[in-house]
């Protein structure tokens, strides 16, 4: 039996086929790469398939995107809204979907609504088309901030999102809707703004972010014709008394 070093054939018959054994690894990676691909293009083709056939039920769409905002699924927003729903669809009490997310304190569901809605603000037609460049830039919150509803016969305005958001003390949210240029000073029902509400619900950070945004601490609602420092005094009373103070508005 021979020994010593091998020959020069040797060696180049088993670096062939080291080499061959390297090349079929890579072939089998690349055919197992292609499949998982294909697998992962039939998945996605079902999951449109379903989705046209849940859009395809009347009413499917507005339970669903009302169910995201207020349980706060950011991620199931953003679908849907990528296959097309109508962000500014309204619940049964004139309540766009930005209104629920804030009310409930949904920061990322909320961003989602408004980059939505800039979105499609941006693709709004400028003078030429009847609407003005600084009305797009803050069409998607100011729609939702004066948009009214009926119900029944008796119309009334529903409390803007970011009043909404400053009543439940969801600083983050306040922080959100006046990056997009939400009027600090906007008024609701009984002619309320956000720094009446926190200042009612005892949100002190969000009164100090109101208030370095310009909030007008002299505002008078029409309900009681208090300010904001009015309406936390009575509101401290009332508690004292009666339990929480109610609340007035939507």
Known sequence: MRT?????????????????????????????QKLQLQEETEAEQRYQEIVKLF???????????????????????????????????????????????S???????????????????ENVPTAAGGRHAEDRKLLPVARAQVKKERVGSAPYYINPPLLLAARGGHL??????LSFGTDVNTRGQCNMTALHFAARGGHL???????????????KENFFYKTPLDMAIIAILYASLY???????M
Not at 5 to 31: A, D, H, N, Q, W
Not at 172 to 177: A, F, G, M, R, S
Not at 207 to 217: N, T
């Open 103 to 121: 009310e409930a304190g949904h920061t990322d569901t909320v961003q989602v609504l408004l980059n939505a809605g800039k979105n499609a603000a």
């Open 205 to 219: 950070d969000v009164c100090e972010l109101l208030v370095s945004k310009g909030a007008d601490m002299n505002m």
């Open 172 to 177: 983050k949210v306040c922080e959100l809707l």
């Open 55 to 101: 859009r395809s039920v009347p009413g499917n769409d507005l339970d669903r995107a009302i169910a995201a905002a207020m349980n706060g699924n950011a991620a199931a927003m953003q679908f849907l809204i990528d296959t097309g729903i109508e962000v500014e669809m309204t619940d049964s009490d004139g309540k766009t979907l930005l209104h629920l997310a």
């Open 243 to 249: 339990g929480p103070p109610i609340r007035c508005g």
């Open 4 to 32: 010593g070093p091998p020959s020069r054939g040797s060696t180049f018959v088993g670096r062939y086929f080291i080499r061959k054994m390297e090349e079929e690894r890579k072939l089998k990676l690349e055919m197992e």
